[in-house]
């Protein structure tokens, strides 16, 4: 069964350095990779996403992931972090023998910038 | 161009009743999916809706059902509410299997 592990609840950054949040996967066949943000309130906003290709993927806000297969890794990562940057964040994998967009999420990490 | 859009943003309902939620995909996008959000459980997968078929249904019980119509719109009904269905329902559409899905701002959805 296809899983996602986000070993980080909170994540604390001061602005401007850099700033990971991590997540690994589980998944048989090759893994489709998403990062998702939220902000109080609302929705998921959509970030990047890892299909095939480039390990390095560059995504909104500034935000770029690392695929890496041999340690069933993708981590967020962004080289200067901004106050603004202060959200939930969900590593998501699709699950390919569930249909289109069944999506399968990690608990989550809280990113917190401190001025 | 449009996100999606879900209706209402929140709602308030006694435990027994019934609560419909209602999702407009992106245009253009035939897939739409549904997903509970709770501090306990986290996102949870309830279904997911293509050119009106329910493709995939998560571990749920019967009061949850939805419907997908011809324009791609789609409702979620939860029946019988119970005190743990309070949740952010949120709801998601993609244009094909390798594309990210959208989601929307979400029904906060409160049983009392």
């Known amino acids: 069964a296809q899983s996602v592990a986000q070993p980080e609840d909170q994540v604390n950054v001061a602005e401007g350095n850099p700033l990971t949040v991590k997540c690994t996967y589980s998944?048989?066949?090759?893994?489709?990779l998403f990062w998702y943000v939220q902000y109080p309130n609302r929705g998921l906003q959509f970030l990047l996403k890892y299909i095939t290709g480039d390990n390095l993927v560059k995504g909104s806000y500034g935000f770029e992931a690392e695929f890496n297969k041999s340690q069933t890794s993708f981590h967020l990562k962004k080289p200067s972090a901004l106050v603004s940057d202060s959200a939930l964040y969900f590593c998501?994998?699709?699950?390919?023998?569930?249909?289109?967009?069944?999506?399968?999420f990690g608990a989550g990490t809280r990113l917190a910038v401190h001025p | 161009k449009a996100g999606v859009t879900q209706t209402p943003r929140y709602l308030i309902k006694t435990r027994g009743q019934q609560v419909t939620l209602s999702c407009s995909p992106i245009?253009?996008?035939?897939?739409v999916s549904w997903y509970q959000q709770t501090p306990g459980q986290g996102l949870q997968f309830l279904f997911e809706?293509?050119?009106?078929?329910?493709?995939n249904k998560g571990n749920f019980p019967g009061r949850f059902s939805g419907r997908q119509f011809s324009n791609s719109r789609s409702e979620m009904n939860v029946s019988t509410l119970e005190l743990g269905d309070s949740a952010l329902y949120l709801c998601?559409?993609?244009?094909?299997?390798?594309?990210?899905?959208?989601f929307g701002q979400g029904t906060r959805l409160t049983v009392v």
């Open positions: 245009s253009g996008h035939r897939s």
């Open positions: 809706y293509f050119s009106e078929t329910q493709r």
């Open positions: 998601a559409s993609s244009r094909t299997e390798n594309t990210e899905a959208f």
């Open positions: 998944v048989s066949g090759n893994p489709y």
């Open positions: 998501a994998v699709r699950d390919l023998g569930g249909g289109y967009n069944k999506l399968i």
